[in-house]
């Protein structure tokens, strides 16, 4: 698998995970979840399903001894426990709900609940990218180097800006917690301070003019939200740092020089 299709289905994980997560919310007292999205999520982290009681559930392996179960419903918990367990808490019938030993179990499932919503998702995916192979080497970084220079010199911005999102995927770089005019792509450094997030360096490209630049500014949480920001470095009379293909190549020796070639997981 290229570098190119690792960070392709790294990307896809992160974002169903995040849109699951963005899901989950208080609705009328209770959750919504997205469970579309997370039957993605656990159908790529290879879980089978099953329904018992009108409870759908999903595991590696239903048959382990202790198998770990995840409830697709507004909970979205998951349990250490087999289903037969999971569905007297769950959905216990009238039998069930008249002995003490049943009542303790649906009052109570801390015994065998590991994680419930949003830590659940992150347990999914985390548990995803794990079994992924998500090193990369030195000639993979060279080959978007190259492609990164072409697209700049041919003025692809869209083919430029997808390989400036991979090189900021493997240096932890992220797009600014603003809204930002559509001629405009910025990556950066998120830096979480006592007091504040700063943002920077930042890497900006427009796509009407065809220019990259580096800026070694950071920014505080104000002016990073702010999108004139980021047009005024450009356009301004701010002198960049680095332009161009030097910018590209600043991000080649970057992600050379990291001391672990693997895409990070959290």
Do not use: W
Request: net charge negative.
């Amino acid at each position: 698998m290229s570098l190119k299709e690792i960070i392709h289905r790294k990307k896809t994980v992160d974002r169903l995970a995040e849109l699951v997560i963005a899901s989950i919310g208080s609705v009328s007292g209770g959750y919504k979840v997205d469970k579309t999205d997370m039957r993605a999520l656990l159908e790529t982290a290879g879980y089978e399903s099953r329904i018992r009681r009108g409870i759908e559930m999903h595991s590696h392996d239903f048959s382990a001894e202790t198998p770990r179960i995840v409830v697709l419903d507004n909970e979205l918990k998951l349990y250490e426990t087999d289903t037969e367990d999971i569905a007297v808490r769950k959905n216990p019938t009238l039998g069930e709900m008249v002995r003490l030993k049943s009542i303790r179990k649906i009052l109570n499932d801390q015994d065998v609940v590991v994680a419930s919503r949003a830590d659940t998702v992150r347990a999914i995916r985390k548990e995803i990218l794990q079994s992924m192979d998500l090193s990369f080497t030195e000639a993979d970084i060279g080959e978007l180097y190259r492609e990164a220079c072409d697209a700049l010199d041919h003025g692809r911005g869209e083919d430029l800006v997808a390989i400036l999102a991979m090189f900021a995927e493997i240096l932890a770089l992220s797009p600014p917690d603003s809204h930002l005019p559509g001629d405009l792509a910025v990556f950066g450094q998120k830096n979480e301070s006592e007091k504040d997030l700063r943002f920077g360096p930042l890497y900006i490209y427009s796509y009407s003019g065809n220019l990259l630049h580096r800026y070694n500014r950071v920014l505080p949480a104000a002016a990073s939200k702010n999108p004139g920001t980021y047009r005024d470095l450009l356009f301004g009379e701010t002198e960049p740092d680095m332009e161009g293909v030097g910018v590209i190549d600043d991000l080649r020796q970057k992600a050379i020089a990291l001391p672990e070639k693997i895409l990070r997981i959290d």
